[in-house]
């Protein structure tokens, strides 16, 4: 068909008419205004859910600091038990109880020496020095340094350490510069440090020969494995049966605030920060939250910004588009051209908001790639934008079609 042909067709002559009555009476600054809040809303939002794909493998993975936490509990000591020298340990029940919490993934028991032990730590050829100090053991899927030297051998009897990073931490910042001593790195003391350590108990004295295998960040104690604990409290110790004094505890959410709750109603205490680490990640579930229903809000009241422009352009043209219905024009016709500018205003706002997340995602990626964190895809964030978009423009059709239908059930 040819441009004249196009020009003598009814559908392009009120195409080009509707387009003349809507450049006369459209409010730009309405436009934009809405615009531009369609863009934030819709950038927040989709920024939110990219985010959420990029950090998913903090939550998901097994080994993600974010997704599993480690509790260390013990029950409060009161004045009362002090004076009536109670027990303070955690019973059979109370350990099941605490497995059922939907929130305990795994729980594991502190074994502790049923012996005296006596410690001996040389420094080089030097001079060392010689304490009084205890043993702890507990499974080791609980522990943080791993070794193949982590085992007992009765026939080899060498006792493997791991101690905390505190302890080392202690030396290097408060003790050594107060005694003139230097300070030591973690592999200067594994290697340096000869240790000797005296069993007393059951009417047997023995010495043997101490490894350290390395630093714990995760245990504030002493831990030796749990094979050559159970070996020596055997040889060495009452053989008495006794609950554990503390617990570690594998938690599959640290912001759940029923943990904290849970702890306080049973009177246990958590060893260290853990419960503010764990506040302060449920807080930022909040915001994380707050950030995405503000975007929602954002992007409805968009919307609402569009619908009273279109209508209040409606309403302007009200006259000249009920003579263009009593002229035989259908009301899909007069509509068109509203519709197509609701269609090419929201695809513009899709392709910028798009856009914005990608420059924004481009910022801080390489901040959760220091993490070790690649990121996930952008598939869904795309989805998001679009469906959003469509339900805007579905529902700005919508309105635009039913005005469109008054006015032509008016001209009737």
């Given amino acids: 068909m040819s441009r004249k042909d196009n020009k003598n067709n009814p559908d392009y002559s009120s195409r080009g008419l509707m387009w003349k009555l809507l450049r006369k009476h459209i409010s730009p600054s309405q436009l934009?205004?809405?615009?531009?809040?369609?863009?934030?809303?819709?950038?927040?939002?989709?920024?939110?859910?990219?985010?959420h794909q990029d950090v998913k493998p903090l939550f998901n993975d097994?080994?993600?600091?974010?997704?599993?936490?480690?509790?260390?509990?013990?029950?409060?000591?009161?004045?009362?038990?002090?004076?009536?020298q109670g027990s303070n340990d955690f019973t059979t029940s109370d350990i099941k109880d605490i497995e059922k919490q939907p929130w305990c993934r795994k729980?594991?028991?502190?074994?502790?020496?049923?012996?005296?032990?006596?410690a001996t730590i040389n420094v080089g050829g030097g001079h060392g020095m010689r304490t009084m100090m205890f043993f702890e053991s507990l499974p080791d899927e609980f522990l943080d340094v791993t070794d193949r030297n982590w085992k007992f051998d009765p026939d080899n009897p060498k006792i493997p350490v791991i101690i905390s990073r505190d302890y080392l931490t202690l030396y290097?910042?408060?003790?050594?510069?107060?005694?003139?001593?230097?300070?030591?790195?973690?592999?200067?003391?594994?290697?340096?440090?000869?240790?000797?350590?005296?069993?007393?108990?059951?009417?047997?004295?023995?010495?043997f020969e101490g490894i350290l295998i390395g630093f714990s960040s995760r245990l504030n104690t002493i831990v030796v494995p749990e094979d050559f604990m159970e070996w020596s409290n055997e040889c060495f110790g009452t053989g008495a049966e006794r609950n554990p004094s503390r617990l570690i505890v594998e938690v599959n959410s640290p912001g759940d605030e029923r943990i904290g709750s849970y702890f306080s109603e049973h009177g246990y205490q958590v060893?260290?920060?853990?419960?503010?680490?764990?506040?302060?990640?449920?807080?930022?579930?909040?915001?994380?939250?707050?950030?995405?229903?503000?975007?929602?809000?954002?992007?409805?009241?968009?919307?609402?910004?569009?619908?009273?422009?279109?209508?209040?352009?409606?309403?302007?043209?009200?006259?000249?588009?009920?003579?263009?219905?009593?002229?035989?024009?259908?009301?899909?016709?007069?509509?068109?051209?509203?519709?197509?500018?609701?269609?090419?205003?929201?695809?513009?706002?899709?392709?910028?908001?798009?856009?914005?997340?990608?420059?924004?995602?481009?910022?801080?990626?390489?901040?959760?790639?220091?993490?070790?964190?690649?990121?996930?895809?952008?598939?869904?964030?795309?989805?998001?934008?679009?469906?959003?978009?469509?339900?805007?423009?579905?529902?700005?059709?919508?309105?635009?079609?039913?005005?469109?239908?008054?006015?032509?059930?008016?001209?009737?």
């Fill in 32 to 51: 934009i205004g809405f615009s531009l809040a369609s863009l934030v809303g819709l950038t927040i939002v989709i920024l939110a859910v990219q985010f």
């Fill in 62 to 84: 097994e080994d993600s600091f974010l997704r599993k936490d480690y509790l260390i509990i013990t029950r409060e000591v009161s004045t009362a038990s002090t004076v009536l």
């Fill in 107 to 118: 729980v594991g028991r502190f074994s502790s020496n049923d012996y005296s032990v006596e």
């Fill in 172 to 207: 290097n910042f408060g003790f050594a510069p107060s005694q003139g001593l230097p300070q030591a790195s973690e592999l200067a003391v594994s290697k340096a440090v000869n240790l000797r350590f005296t069993l007393h108990g059951n009417g047997r004295v023995q010495t």
């Fill in 271 to 412: 060893a260290g920060d853990k419960m503010q680490q764990s506040k302060a990640q449920g807080f930022l579930n909040i915001i994380v939250s707050i950030v995405i229903l503000v975007g929602i809000i954002i992007s409805v009241l968009a919307f609402f910004i569009l619908m009273l422009s279109i209508y209040l352009l409606l309403q302007k043209n009200t006259k000249k588009l009920q003579d263009l219905l009593v002229l035989g024009y259908s009301p899909d016709q007069v509509s068109r051209t509203y519709i197509n500018m609701v269609i090419y205003i929201n695809c513009a706002v899709m392709v910028v908001s798009i856009i914005l997340m990608l420059m924004m995602r481009a910022y801080y990626m390489p901040m959760l790639k220091a993490m070790d964190v690649n990121g996930g895809s952008i598939i869904l964030s795309l989805i998001v934008a679009v469906i959003i978009m469509a339900l805007i423009s579905l529902g700005n059709i919508l309105a635009i079609k039913r005005k469109i239908k008054d006015l032509w059930i008016q001209s009737s």
